[in-house]
């Protein structure tokens, strides 16, 4: 099973960042979100489609139907530039995405 | 407050063997399963093993079937990753990853620090 997502987006401070992840079908599974910032481990930020752990900004929100999954960061700041990564679960085996580069402009 | 701790990262030969090990604080282990994530230097997530709750259901990633082991120790509140037949292509940070059940899936919840592995003649 295959993530795709864009190597790199772009937003204003303040703007709307729209991160996507596509598959076959994965509206049919549930996806998770992960930050990483450089020199440290990945953060959970969504998980089950849409929902927010403990601790997330309600700036993070997420959408998943068809073939596309959607981060939605609203209201960026620069702390937000990062690497983000959708994942899924195959049957027994955990799938990443190749990741996108969020830059904050 | 929840803690993974890797160790047992460093530099290893072709065809040799690491253990690497992820000490769990903070919360009750034995309640959940846990995952080996890699991470090659500027590049993407890959995810290498999980062992569930009872050590019982255990799965690797075709890049390192064969090759290497997950087990966890439940009085230890560890789980270690035995790699064997090193390759090159086995270098990478190795993140120990919590997994949390919910809407019929794993969600990664918590991460440690990670640990570099180099497998270098």
């Known amino acids: 099973y295959v993530l795709t997502q864009p190597p790199s987006e772009s937003v204003a401070p303040g703007q709307t960042a729209r991160i996507t992840c596509g598959g076959n079908k994965i509206g049919t599974k549930s996806v998770h979100w992960y930050q990483q910032k450089p020199g440290q481990a990945p953060v959970l930020v969504v998980y089950d489609d849409s929902a927010r752990p403990s601790g997330i900004p309600e700036r993070f929100s997420g959408s998943n139907s068809g073939n596309t999954a959607t981060l939605t960061i609203s209201g960026v700041e620069a702390g937000d530039e990062a690497d983000y990564y959708c994942q899924v679960w195959d049957t027994i085996t955990a799938v990443f995405g190749g990741g996108t580069k969020l830059t904050v402009l | 407050e929840v803690q993974l701790v890797e160790s047992g990262g460093g530099l290893g030969k072709p065809g040799e063997s690491l253990r690497l090990s992820c000490a769990a604080s903070?919360?009750?282990?034995?309640?959940?399963?846990f995952n080996w994530v890699r991470q090659t230097p500027g590049k993407g997530l890959e995810w290498v093993s999980s062992i569930d709750s009872g050590g019982r259901f255990i799965y690797y990633a075709d890049s390192v079937k064969g090759r290497f082991t997950i087990s966890r120790d439940t009085a230890k509140n560890s789980v270690y990753l035995q790699m064997s037949s090193l390759r090159a292509e086995d270098t990478a940070v190795y993140y120990c990853a919590r997994g949390s059940f919910g809407s019929g899936t794993y969600r990664l919840d918590f991460w440690g620090q990670g640990t570099l592995v180099t497998v270098s003649s």
């Open positions: 903070g919360f009750t282990s034995s309640s959940f399963t």
